[in-house]
């Protein structure tokens, strides 16, 4: 079996460019492979640290009749957590309100959050210090659609627990930059002291976010929704853009797999008499199959080696500079920093290695299996395809 | 009493030829000595190179017996009549059959890389066999740099660098010249003579005819004369 691989290393070898050629095409598809595949896992890794960081924290524990799909769970969907379940927690009510910039109106969703809060990154200690009547915050998106800037008051307008509409003039403190359109959009954060206060719902929330250290328990009326089960819907928007997009990396990977059926398709009909002589020297059919499969194999170890020889350069600069994305996520709902930092994984490098290695040999495979029906006699001659 | 290294008994070999067969060889019954220096002769199209390529395992009889270096290969399968060309037979082919993208002493060393000799037997070896064609300056040369009698040398370097008991050449001088024609047969008459390697030739060509010790006359598949020669024994 060596002694095959060995043949086959130097017949392509010494077949000088049109091994490298062949080689370059594959190595196409190698490097594009992983480039997209390292962007995809980057922005993926990204946009999960960012869920978490600004919302998701360790999970979400829920009031049994709030769900931040519906919008008509927010009347109802709160409630007092005991006490001796509060522990690394950070709760929030969520409420609905309009405001009135510039005297347009604007339906907004309130979220009150406790100032102290440590668990995400809401600026809620700007809240704790602003002097202002009623302080709320904004994420950049928010109010460049509101057209408020920082100091701005605005009209903020609700209904409490008990039906009765309720308004005041609030005052923008903060704007706070975030890649996590669900923290931004349509979106106003207050202290939730301030809140519970202008609802009525003292000591109530619609749901906590927990820390690290939070062990979940069960609790009449409440549930935990873990991390995962919360990153999930990003994970598969990301997933369902990679699987789309592969298509055109294996539009590539075809090309270059067409390249080598068609060298080694070609190479039997042109290396008749070689066949031939191997196997008047002693080779069975068998393993001439094996040498022409493993020159298949071979090309695409090579396509390796020359696409690590200019993708390896490009892979660090992608992963220490990124990629600037002129379109920001939020126009479009989902999580895109900026900057996305291609993350080159070690599964990710072997997967790929495996997939061309398998894929081109057993494209050689499909290509010189006709040797097998090949009579020795006529392949010396040069005539027997 | 002589080594039998070849028998053949009631060879017969059909080919498929549309909705008939031709008969390419009918009833051939032979046997070669260890050390012959024979060859089939006769005109294109009776059977030469067919008994030929059924002596070396590259072809199968129809019907009858060929037993060559004690195996039957009408029987053998794939891999043991591989083996048995690997082992003991080396072929020298009319348009020489050389790798293109291998050196001489790469195309010399092949037999005994698949004989999975060492680095240091093969290099001894190779070395040997091209000194005994007188190509050792061409080693590190490739085929198409090659002329048409050094090519045909470096095939005979090729086939008995694994010292086979059997070398099978099929017509080995139709695209030389008269000159390396003559090389080329001393060459090989020097060889089986030195390492006593049983030489079968399939040819056409007087010029080889000249220094076999045995022709067999092939005529339409047939063995029509069977005739043991005296050769002049050449200077090289």
Known sequence: MILVWKLAYKNLIRAGLKTWLNALALSFAFVLIIFYNGMIDGWNMEARQDAVEWDYGYGHLRNAGYDPADPFSIQDGHGILPEPFRKDLTPVLVWQGTIYPQGRMMPVLIKGIEVNQETVKIPSEILKTSTAGYPVLLGRKMAESAGLKKGDPVLLRWRDKNGTFDAVEATVVGIFETNVPFVDGGQLWMSLKTLQEMTGLHDEASFYIANEAYVPEPIDGWTFIDQETLLKPVTDLINAKKYGAAIMYLLLLAIGLLVIFDTQAFAIFRRQKEIGTHIAMGMTKGEVIRMFTAEGAMYSIFAIVLGGLYGTPLFIYLAKNGISFPVSGDTMGIIIAPTIYSVYSAALIVKTFLLLVISATLVSLLATRKIATMNPVEALKGKAL | ?236
């Open chain 2, 1 to 236: 009493m002589n080594e039998k290294i070849i028998i053949i008994e009631n060879l017969v070999k059909r080919y498929p030829m549309g909705e008939t067969e031709f008969t390419a060889l009918k009833n051939i019954n032979l046997t070669f000595d260890k050390g012959e220096f024979a060859g089939f002769v006769g005109p294109s199209g009776s059977g030469k190179t067919t008994i030929l390529n059924i002596l070396g395992s590259l072809d199968t009889p129809t019907e009858g017996k060929v037993v060559v270096e004690g195996e039957d290969v009408s029987n053998l399968s794939e891999k043991a009549s591989a083996l048995l060309r690997k082992e003991h037979i080396g072929f020298i082919f009319q348009s020489f059959n050389l790798l293109p993208v291998y050196t001489v002493f790469e195309n010399v060393e092949l037999s005994l890389l698949l004989l999975k000799k060492s680095a240091a037997e093969r290099e001894k070896a190779v070395t040997a066999a091209l000194e005994w064609v007188g190509l050792q300056d061409m080693a590190r040369k490739k085929p198409p740099q090659l002329s048409g009698g050094e090519s045909q040398r470096v095939a005979i370097a090729r086939a008995i660098v694994k010292r086979p008991n059997i070398v099978l050449a099929d017509e080995p001088t139709a695209n030389l010249d008269a000159e390396n024609a003559h090389i080329i047969m001393q060459t090989m008459q020097k060889l089986n003579e030195e390492l006593k390697t049983t030489f079968i030739f399939a040819t056409h060509d007087e010029k080889v005819m000249q220094y076999l010790k045995r022709k067999i006359h092939l005529q339409d598949g047939r063995v029509s004369k069977d005739e043991t020669m005296e050769t002049k024994t050449l200077q090289l």
